[in-house]
C-alpha cells in the first residue's frame, strides 16, 4: 500500500525544501493565528487559523488592513501602536478584534517588526473564553465576599442594636412609672420610699440610655469603617515621615484611655512615604488599639506594647506595632485581615478594622503582615517603599 505525502511534506535529503517550506508548515499548521502585514498595514498573507478567527477567507482577509480588524472607538489608539511596533520592534497585549460577522473576540497578540523587509508578522491568540470564565469567577468571589460580609455586618450591628432596644424600652417603662411617681409627689401624696424609688429610677434610667448611645455610636463607627473601606483607592497622597505618624497615632490612642497599657516606643530613622495621613493615621490607630484591648492574663500588669520604625534590607519604611497579649492562633491569622473576620473559635468578629488596614496599605504598594505566638503577644508590621525621589518634600 503506498502512502501520498503532503504536499506540505519535508525531505531531508531535498536541500531545496529546507526551511523555507519548514517555516511555511508552521505557519500553515498552527493553531494560532498568523497574519503578516506591510509597511502600511495592508495584510498579504494569512494563516488558516487567521481566516477562522476572523470568518472570511483568505482572500477576503488580504483586501483588508490592520486597521479593519478593530472596533472603531479602538482605531485610533491602533493607529499610534502601529507607529510604536515599526519603532520598537515588538509588542504584546489584549485587544478586542471585530469578526466578519460582527461580534468582538478578545485575543492576546505578539507582534514583530521586519521579520523580512516591509513584512511585519502578528500572532493572535483567542481568550475570549477565558475572560468570561474569569469574570465569572470574579463574579462569584465578589458575591461570596459579600456574603461574607453582609453575614459579618449583620452580626456585628445586632449585638449592639439589640442593647438599643432593650435600654429604650426600659427607659420607656420607667418613663412611664416616675410619670405616677411625680404626680404623686407634686401633690404630696407619696410616702418617703417613693422618693428614694424615683431617684434610684432616675439613676438607672441615666445608666440605660448611656448604654443605648454607647451602642448606637458602636453602630455609627460600623457604618463609617464601611464607607471608607468602600473609598479607600485614590485618595490624595502626599510626602510623610512615618515615625512622626506612629508617634501622633500612639499620642492620639493614649489620649483616648480607652484601655490601660504601657507603651515604650522606639523610633529609627526611616525614608519618607507617600500617602494619606489621614488614612495612615488610621492604620495605626487600628493596630494601636486592637493591640491595647488584648490581655495580659496572669501577669498582674498592663498589656506592653512596642510601636517601632526602621527601614528594611528592601530600602522600605517600616513600622511595627508589637504587644504581649494573649496572641492569635495559627489557624486564624491567614484569614485575619478579611472583613469580620474573627480569631478565636466561636469568638466576636474584629468588624473592618484589619480589612481595612489591609486595603490602605495595599493600595499604597506597601504590604502588611501580622506575626503571633499564643500567650506571647502579636505584630503587626507595615511596610511602604520610599518616596519618590522627584516627589514634592522629598530630599534630593
Not at 494569512?46 to 488592513?65: D, F, H, K, M, V
Amino acid at each position: 500500500m503506498s502512502i501520498r505525502k503532503s504536499p506540505l511534506a519535508i525531505r531531508a535529503d531535498d536541500p531545496s525544501q529546507g526551511p523555507d517550506l519548514m517555516y511555511r508548515s508552521v505557519f500553515e499548521g498552527s493553531l494560532d493565528a498568523m497574519l503578516i502585514a506591510d509597511d502600511e498595514g495592508h495584510y498579504v498573507d494569512a494563516n488558516p487559523a487567521a481566516c477562522a478567527l476572523i470568518g472570511c477567507t483568505r482572500s477576503e482577509l488580504l483586501a483588508r488592513r490592520v486597521q479593519q480588524l478593530l472596533p472603531p472607538e479602538s482605531v485610533g489608539y491602533l493607529n499610534d501602536a502601529w507607529q510604536a511596533l515599526l519603532w520598537v520592534g515588538r509588542q504584546s497585549g489584549e485587544f478586542e478584534i471585530v469578526r466578519s460577522t460582527g461580534d468582538r473576540r478578545i485575543v492576546e497578540y505578539t507582534a514583530t517588526a521586519s521579520i523580512a523587509p516591509n513584512r511585519h508578522l502578528s500572532i493572535f491568540r483567542d481568550i475570549t473564553e477565558r475572560k468570561q470564565l474569569e469574570q465569572r469567577l470574579a463574579e462569584s468571589e465578589r458575591l461570596f465576599f459579600l456574603g461574607t460580609m453582609a453575614a459579618g455586618m449583620g452580626h456585628e450591628i445586632n449585638n449592639p442594636l439589640a442593647i438599643v432596644i432593650l435600654n429604650v424600652g426600659f427607659a420607656t417603662d420607667a418613663i412611664e412609672t416616675l410619670k405616677g411617681n411625680l404626680d404623686a409627689l407634686a401633690h404630696h401624696a407619696a410616702p418617703a420610699e417613693m422618693l428614694e424609688e424615683t431617684v434610684a429610677s432616675l439613676l438607672e434610667l441615666g445608666e440605660a440610655l448611656d448604654d443605648a448611645n454607647d451602642a448606637s455610636d458602636r453602630v455609627r463607627r460600623i457604618v463609617l469603617d464601611m464607607k471608607q473601606f468602600a473609598s479607600v483607592t485614590g485618595s490624595q497622597t502626599t510626602v510623610l515621615a512615618l515615625p512622626d505618624v506612629l508617634d501622633a497615632a500612639v499620642r492620639e490612642t493614649a489620649s483616648a484611655d480607652r484601655h490601660p497599657a504601657s507603651i515604650t516606643r522606639a523610633y529609627g530613622i526611616t525614608p519618607h512615604v507617600e500617602a494619606n495621613e489621614a488614612q495612615l493615621m488610621q492604620v495605626f490607630t487600628n493596630l494601636l488599639i486592637r493591640a491595647a484591648g488584648t490581655t495580659d492574663e496572669g501577669r498582674g500588669a498592663p498589656v506592653a506594647i512596642r510601636p517601632r520604625t526602621y527601614t528594611d534590607d528592601a530600602g522600605r519604611a517600616v513600622a511595627e506595632v508589637r504587644d504581649n497579649g494573649d496572641g492569635i492562633a495559627t489557624d486564624f491569622l491567614t484569614r485575619i485581615f478579611e472583613p469580620f473576620a474573627t480569631i478565636q473559635p466561636m469568638g466576636p468578629p474584629l468588624g473592618l478594622g484589619l480589612a481595612l488596614c489591609h486595603a490602605i496599605v495595599t493600595d499604597l504598594g506597601g504590604q502588611i503582615s501580622v506575626e503571633s505566638t499564643q500567650g506571647l503577644g502579636t505584630t503587626f508590621r507595615v511596610m511602604l517603599p520610599a518616596a519618590r525621589p522627584g516627589a514634592p518634600g522629598v530630599t534630593p
